[in-house]
């Protein structure tokens, strides 16, 4: 406690306003102590959180969060504003079951207007605020914090010129740091680094207009000099993207100094109309590693302070051995192309994207616009291969439809962080992707269980397929099974003869499954285990041409939800009984992914259970 100094007297945001900007920035400090200390034993948001410090503390200074409306696009960076808002003793549970959220969750605070933890969203939602105030004829202010990088979205540019020409007050804060979670791209970036180089407008106009308006006639001046000024300024240099929207722009102010950006965020919270406050900071800023590897750091495991060396040694995942095996194929085919949504290193494209720099292709957080290129691309020979998260692909459903599948063209979904992630929570699980690709004709979706049937599977999509092909693995390793039965759309990896209880489950809970099958046989039941590889046609073929063998209790294991799942789709296809065990249709909490499967029954032991629960009722028991 003792280390924290200045923040150990601060228990609600109340506490800033009367602290002299000297001593705002003592608690800056101690923050980023804080934050530091704190993630380090936990993992979290590291290099964003330390980057928005200054401008969290003068946005709970400068606005009231328990009654404006602050909501920080994706989340990923509101750490200082839970700790400035009662949360901070409860940081030692963040991301842990039953604990803090590492996002905005208005279930913990009334200070989180909304939930967040997908980018780009916050200007829509705060242009939806305001105009509930306006109708409700209720007061309070409206922010929407957008990084830089959350700003290549297509929806924050929806939002933006929605919003510009609405009238309605709204204060959106472009929090600017050259950086998405790699370096940003596209042209919305070099659009940034030509007004952060740009020292015209910083706020000082608006101070200037303040003081000529307190003189008599000072108000005709200001509006005189701002009309000859704008013609002056339109000709000799190009205005904002946001001040073609309708916005008046703020900035850019240095994000770091926290007096400039308090007084402009006054000015801006007395303006009656759209402002967009351009503020730049440094991500990763007051701790070394972070400062010197932003991206290293964006979001990390437990570490040593002292060092920044990560605690735990990165085990080889799904996600490297995808970015290996694609390396492999694009080698000897030069129609392969990559295409990420600002994920390059979490997806494990980052060795691609040196070795075929030409091929590689990183759009920004834009998924629509990723599979929809990816479309143009299969439709004049290429062999596009789309690398999302399973929840981030859930913005582009409307592409895999309309672009891809009307036409059945060969486009390879490289579906990361299927099933249950954990520690992000519901915004982050890629529970529905099973539910909403089989609603897709067309779609054939492969799920490997090991890195050997991902290798399989991979050949099979870019070599064996003509249409979209899906492959979802999930965030992680490979478990104890280590086998490849790609070739069988529907595989017995336990067989038992005289079985009682079939297992039936895909991808990586084979290996719950499979724990769970011993434990049943310890107690007497005589159980087999099966293996969904592949969501298509040949799946229905094989059932038919093995129902026998799946005779009695089936129970399906999966983790997703179960409307549109794999168990639906075998209770409507068999006669015999059919139960599922799934995450339920519901979204799950936080924690890690062993305190969730427990949560939702799909542990070995709850596995176990379930199926003695239910033989009895089919009078096996
Ligand atoms: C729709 C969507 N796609 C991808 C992500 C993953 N993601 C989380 S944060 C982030 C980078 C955000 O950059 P920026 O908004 O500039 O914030 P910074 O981390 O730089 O503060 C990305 C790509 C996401 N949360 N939502
Ligand atoms: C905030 C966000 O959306 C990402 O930073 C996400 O947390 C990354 O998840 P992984 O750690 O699984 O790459
Ligand atoms: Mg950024």
């Known amino acids: ?338 295409i990420t949504a600002a994920m390059p290193s979490g997806t494990g494209l980052t060795r691609f994207s040196t070795l075929h720099r030409d091929r590689f292709f990183d759009v920004g957080i834009a998924e629509e616009h990723a599979v929809a290129m990816a479309a143009g691309m299969a439709a004049q020979g290429l062999v596009p291969v789309v690398a999302l998260y399973s929840t981030f692909l859930q913005r582009a459903y409307d592409q895999v439809v309309h672009d891809v599948a009307i036409e059945g063209l060969h486009v390879v979904f490289c579906i990361d962080r299927a099933g249950i992630v954990g520690a992000d929570g519901a915004t982050h699980n890629g529970v529905l992707d099973i539910a909403f690709l089989r609603s897709i004709p067309g779609v054939t979706i492969l799920c490997p269980s090991s890195f050997a049937e991902l290798r399989s599977m991979m050949t099979r999509a870019v070599y064996h397929e003509n249409g979209p092909v899906a492959i979802r693995y999930p965030r992680g390793g490979e478990g104890a099974w280590r086998g490849d039965t790609s070739s069988q759309p529907l595989a017995c990896v336990r067989q038992t003869a005289g079985h009682e209880v079939t297992l039936v489950t895909h991808g990586i809970m084979i290996n719950e499954t499979l724990a769970a099958a011993e434990k049943l046989e310890s107690r007497g039941v005589r159980t087999q285990v099966c293996k969904v590889n592949e969501l298509s046609p040949a799946l229905e073929q094989a059932l038919a041409a093995q129902e026998d063998a799946l005779s009695g209790l089936c129970v399906v294991v999966e983790d997703t939800v179960d409307n549109g799942g794999v168990g639906e789709w075998l209770a409507s296809h068999r006669s015999g009984r059919t139960l599922c065990i799934s995450t339920g249709n519901r979204f799950l909490p936080h924690g890690s992914v062993n305190d969730l499967y427990r949560h939702c029954g799909l542990d070995a032991d709850g596995i176990a259970e379930f199926v003695m629960e239910h033989r009895k009722e089919t009078g096996l028991g």
């Open 1 to 338: 406690m003792k280390r924290y100094g200045i923040l150990n007297n601060i228990t609600s945001p109340a506490d800033l306003k009367g602290l002299s900007y000297d001593t705002l920035g003592v608690l800056c400090a101690a923050l980023r102590e804080f934050i530091v200390d704190s993630v380090s034993q936990t993992g979290g948001h590291l290099a964003s959180n330390l980057g928005i410090v200054e401008l969290a503390v003068a946005l709970e200074r400068e606005f009231d969060s328990s009654r404006d409306r602050i909501i920080y696009d994706v989340g990923h960076q509101c750490y200082v504003h839970k700790i400035l808002t009662g949360r901070r003793d409860r940081f030692s549970t963040l991301r842990q079951y039953g604990g803090l959220s590492g996002f905005m969750k208005p279930e913990e605070s009334i200070t989180d207007p909304c939930i967040t933890g997908h980018a780009s969203d916050s200007v829509s939602v705060a242009l939806g605020m305001a105009h509930a105030r306006t109708l409700r004829n209720q007061k309070y202010h409206v922010v929407a914090v957008i990084g830089d990088g959350a700003l290549t979205g297509g929806m924050a540019y929806e939002a933006l010129s929605n919003a510009g020409t609405s009238g309605e007050p709204l204060l959106v804060v472009l929090n600017d740091n050259n950086m998405s979670i790699a370096k940003n791209v596209g042209g919305l970036s070099r659009h940034l680094s030509r007004l952060r180089v740009s020292p015209r407008y910083l706020g000082a106009k608006v101070r200037i207009k303040e003081k000529l308006a307190r003189i008599p006639g000072g108000r005709a001046l200001t509006q005189s000099i701002s009309r000859t000024k704008a013609r002056i300024k339109g000709f000799l240099l190009p205005t904002s993207l946001f001040e073609q929207m309708g916005f008046t722009y703020l900035g850019p102010v240095d994000g770091h100094d926290l007096k400039s950006v308090c007084e402009l965020l006054a000015q801006a919270k007395k303006m009656k109309k759209p402002v967009l406050l351009h503020v730049m900071t440094q991500k990763g800023r007051g701790y070394a590693p972070s400062e010197n590897n932003p991206e290293k750091y964006h979001g990390v495991s437990q570490f040593d302070r002292v060092t920044g060396e990560f605690l735990a040694k990165k085990k080889e995942d799904f996600s490297a051995r995808f970015g290996a095996e694609l390396c492999g194929l694009a080698d000897k085919d030069a129609r392969i192309c990559a």
